[in-house]
């Protein structure tokens, strides 16, 4: 059974940092590309960053480029997200992503966690 657990949200000022974590589990971690998505009150999902099974490929959204970094440690089945210069506008609930499976995929995801950024 796949899980994807995110930690690491909360409240933090403009400017400040965070990190968050997000533990695989029930699949082949070091098989699959990983990506962080976001969803604001009242907006739809958007996708934030993406890193490749190896960490050899990382990609961004604009708005977050330069400010977030994506990373990934295999041997912990984790991915993360480093969040830095945060702005008003990055608050939202993260979700980790994922889709894994062999000749059938699916995409899984985590429960969400709340990031907020106050002035």
């Known amino acids: 059974q796949v899980q994807l657990v995110e930690s690491g949200g909360g409240l933090v000022q403009a400017g400040g940092s965070l990190r968050l974590s997000c533990a695989a589990s029930?699949?082949?971690?070091?098989?699959?590309?990983m990506r962080w998505y976001r969803q604001a009150p009242g907006r739809e999902r958007e996708w934030v960053a993406s890193?490749?099974?190896?960490?050899?490929?990382?990609s961004y959204a604009d708005s977050v480029k330069g400010r977030f970094t994506i990373s990934r440690d295999n041997a912990k089945n984790t991915v993360y997200l480093q969040m830095n210069n945060l702005k008003v506008e990055d608050t939202a609930l993260y979700y980790c992503?994922?889709?894994?499976?062999?000749?059938?995929?699916?995409?899984?995801w985590g429960q969400g966690i709340q990031v907020t950024v106050s002035l």
């Open positions: 992503n994922t889709v894994a499976g062999g000749t059938a995929r699916f995409t899984y």
């Open positions: 029930g699949f082949t971690f070091s098989s699959y590309a």
């Open positions: 890193i490749g099974s190896l960490s050899t490929i990382r």
